[in-house]
């Protein structure tokens, strides 16, 4: 049967021969030693590949090195994107060990490649503007103003699609400038000083550190934002993704997702 090809699936299957390289390298040793059924072979460190959505970057960067202080023998490896991407990468047979979305809606579309995820986190939205807030952006109406320059994550993306929740509930109406595949391109864009504002999560504008800053955005008009994370079944270390997955829900993992300004579970 026919399948067409989509810019999505060439996207994915780029990603997929990416990864496929670095990892096809470290599948057998030169003594032909077997895999134990943990990834790990004699003398090797386990390398975990973790699929991660982008507003997950810096706080996994500081998680990793948490984990793997802990974990001596093995090596976590993170690729981040937005949560269609990996999950579009999932679907393409990725050779990954572990998944951790932006929102659950993704990763119950991936019940037939994970394991049974849990929630580790919970972030909310904000409004970002640059530094100073040159444009006095206050609240979400600000955005439907004809001067300012909107920023949003397209709506297949988790944040893109929160936004457009928000948004619709209060009748606002905006014409973005442009539609970004992911929450870190919103925040750029406004970083750099081509969008007056743009909506993206809390944590991402604390990470900015002082390049963006955050409007807040009542409760009663926001949006809670819930990352679960899952092993995937394709995984050749189970045992060792099944530790990390359970490790993000730990003390010690809890406290460095609070310090990042994630809300807990």
């Not at 093995?74 to 981040?80: C, G, L, N």
Request: charged letters at 25%.
């Amino acid at each position: 049967m026919f399948t067409a090809v989509t810019p999505r699936r060439v996207a994915a299957a780029a990603v997929t021969a990416a990864l496929l390289v670095p990892l096809a390298a470290c599948g057998s040793d030169d003594d032909g030693k077997k895999d134990t059924g943990t990834g790990k072979q004699s003398g090797q460190k386990t390398q975990l590949t973790v699929l991660a959505a982008s507003s997950l970057t810096d706080v996994f960067a500081t998680a990793g090195a948490a984990y793997e202080k802990d974990h001596p023998g093995t090596k976590v490896k993170f690729s981040f994107a937005g949560s269609q991407e990996l999950a579009a990468q999932v679907e393409q047979g990725a050779p990954a060990d572990a998944l951790v979305t932006a929102d659950t809606k993704t990763m119950d579309g991936l019940t037939s490649d994970t394991g049974k995820p849990s929630v580790i986190a919970k972030n909310r939205l904000v409004i970002a503007v640059g530094k100073g807030n040159p444009k006095k952006v206050k609240t979400l109406d600000d955005l439907a103003e004809s001067q300012n320059k909107v920023v949003l994550a397209a709506s297949e993306v988790p944040v893109g699609r929160y936004s457009k929740e928000i948004l619709d509930a209060q009748k606002i109406k905006v014409k973005p400038v442009s539609q970004e595949p992911n929450v870190r391109a919103v925040l750029s864009k406004v970083e750099l000083g081509e969008a007056d504002a743009g909506l993206v999560y809390k944590t991402d504008v604390t990470a900015a550190e002082g390049k963006a800053e955050a409007v807040d955005i009542p409760d009663a008009q926001n949006a809670i934002a819930s990352y679960p994370a899952a092993t995937l079944k394709a995984s050749k270390n189970t045992d060792a993704a099944a530790e990390f997955v359970k490790w993000l829900s730990s003390d010690e993992a809890q406290k460095i997702l609070g310090d990042a300004g994630f809300q807990q579970p």
